[in-house]
């Protein structure tokens, strides 16, 4: 009759043959034997199960943005085999708005560093390290086959490096020493890989030695009428023609020009028609398809304004003397607040359906970046005082700098400010950043003289400090009467500063 039994050994000892980390509860085994194992059988057991290792915990590129498609791994702040709690930063990552840092979820010892600090275009979702628990052995520690490290696109897939840059048009007919290139125009490549001709049987008459439709057209009427073959292996150099044919359009350039122009090698001076490629970051990227999108799909209308800063000036001289620094920008900010409260339904966003109120007023300023424009976001502008819009600008301009703004620092927005009057621009027009239908172009303030009378009725000439201001507005959302009173109604707050408060 089986008895039950149980195995003599510590907990901890128990533990380690189960695989269980330490944070986990005793088991208890029974079976059909009873043997109590002795100190010798503990060591080896003990050692042939340190192997046994629980699952690590993968640690994956996450979305840290809403249009983002990939990041960058700027550095590891961690290093492989050192304990990391949870909240601890892992690594610094760069999205398509700005460097944000990567905290552990879990306690446990970071076991491999998948993919290195410096890495580009890190793919979302891929497998970028892993995490093992406390306890266990970390060097053991194997890359899972079904997820390995993402191979980096910016590689070329060739056996032999080559000075010369890769390009993403892949070319079929192999360069032969001797033989001619032609530049194909798309209607010429597209008829001689149909009929497996080769443009070096022919002769380029386009603009700049360009192999046109109407070339490639005449080499399939001569293979039809059989005074020249198939050329697909290209087996030698071109030779004179053994068979008269018939006449063709005047040569083009005598000397080949290559299908692709040349490019510039770092640490070389140029040659003459080479060119320079400039690397785009993440954000630049994202900005320029988002400039693009914005233009082409969303008509723009567009108001302008002059605004006397007169009284302005004077409340910030106020505030100077008090020791409380504003800018002429933090006035502006706090203007358009208010006026967005006053007109809801400029407070608008386009889903795709049609216009949405939004409840909240938060004011996306822009600011320039090394990296490209970015727009931290004042949350509740309208309910802040000049002072505290003062101090929010030059906090979140700072971290925008030093690419470390948070998500939820520059996501969001329901209207736009951009300023150029630091730079001396008069007047300027902006795009709409989606899906808000409004931005603000503050040009520089200019001393402009006026004609004015006096309280006797007398005329004399007065300077006044006047800015323009163009808004544009997207015309499905905010039609043009709208805009033109958003701008009045705005004009008379930022004119009469005791509005603002």
């Known amino acids: 009759m089986a008895a039950p039994w149980r195995l003599g050994w ?12 330490g944070r986990r509860g005793p088991a208890v085994l029974k079976g ?12 080896r057991w003990l050692h042939s199960t340190r192997r046994l290792q629980a699952d690590p915990i993968k640690i994956l590129m996450p979305s840290l943005s809403p249009t983002m498609e990939e990041g960058n791994i700027v550095k590891w702040l961690k290093k492989e085999g050192e304990a990391v709690s949870a909240g601890d930063a892992l690594c610094e990552i760069e999205t398509d708005k700005a460097v944000v840092t990567l905290d552990a979820s879990d306690d446990g ?53 080559s000075p010369e840059p890769q390009t993403s048009i892949p070319v079929k007919p192999e360069v032969t020493p001797g033989k001619l290139q032609f530049r194909l125009s798309p209607a010429a490549r597209n008829i001689l890989e149909k009929h497996t001709l080769d443009a070096s049987q022919g002769t380029a ?38 068979v008269p044919l018939p006449a063709q359009a005047p040569a083009g350039p005598s000397y080949p020009r290559p299908m692709i122009p040349p490019m510039s090698i770092p640490g070389q001076p140029n040659v003459a028609g080479t060119f320079t490629e400039i ?10 398809k988002r400039l693009t999108e914005s233009k082409s799909t969303i008509p723009h209308a567009y108001t302008t304004v002059d605004c006397d800063l007169g009284a302005v000036l004077k409340a910030r001289q106020n505030l100077i003397r008090d020791n409380i620094k504003v800018s002429v920008n933090d006035f502006i900010i706090k203007a358009a607040a ?28 822009a600011v320039a970046t090394d990296r490209g424009l970015i727009t931290p976001v004042i949350k509740d502008a309208a309910a802040k005082g000049i002072q505290e819009i003062a101090d929010s600008v030059k906090a979140l301009s700072k971290k925008a700098r ?9 996501q969001g927005g329901s209207f736009s ?11 300027f027009t902006s795009v709409i950043n989606p899906p808000q239908a409004c931005i603000l172009s503050v040009g520089r303030f200019r001393p402009v003289l006026k004609l004015a009378q006096d309280e006797e009725g007398n005329a004399s000439l007065q300077q006044h400090q006047l800015i323009k201001v163009t808004m544009s507005s997207d015309s499905r959302a905010v039609d043009d009467e709208l805009a033109t009173r958003f701008l009045e109604s705005f004009k008379a707050n930022l004119e009469n500063p005791a509005r603002l408060i």
């Not at 060097?139 to 070329?156: A, L, N």
């Not at 603009?207 to 697909?232: M, W, Y």
């Not at 030093?402 to 520059?410: A, R, S």
């Open 279 to 288: 690397p785009a970051s993440n954000i630049r990227r994202v900005i320029a």
């Open 338 to 365: 208010v006026t967005l409260k006053q007109m809801p339904g400029v407070n608008v966003s386009w889903d795709g359906e049609g216009p949405k109120q939004l409840p909240f007023v938060d004011i996306s300023v």
């Open 32 to 43: 059909a034997a009873g043997w109590s194992a002795g100190r010798g059988a503990s060591r």
């Open 10 to 21: 510590e907990p901890w000892l128990l533990r380690c043959v189960l695989g269980f980390g």
């Open 109 to 161: 010892i970071l076991a491999r560093i998948v993919v290195e600090g410096g890495s580009k275009n890190v793919r979302l979702g891929s497998l970028i390290g892993l995490l093992v628990e406390e306890g266990q052995d970390w060097k053991r520690v194997e890359i899972p086959k079904d997820v390995g490290p993402p191979s980096p696109p910016s590689k070329p897939s060739v056996p032999h490096p």
């Open 417 to 427: 400010i951009s300023n150029l009057g630091m730079f001396g621009i008069d007047e």
């Open 205 to 242: 008459t386009g603009p700049r030695g360009i192999f046109t439709k109407e070339d490639a057209l005449k080499l399939v009427h001569l293979k039809q009428l059989g005074k020249i073959t198939e050329s697909r292996p290209a087996p030698a150099p071109p030779a004179a023609p053994t």
């Open 402 to 410: 030093d690419g470390k703004l948070l998500p939820e620092e520059y």
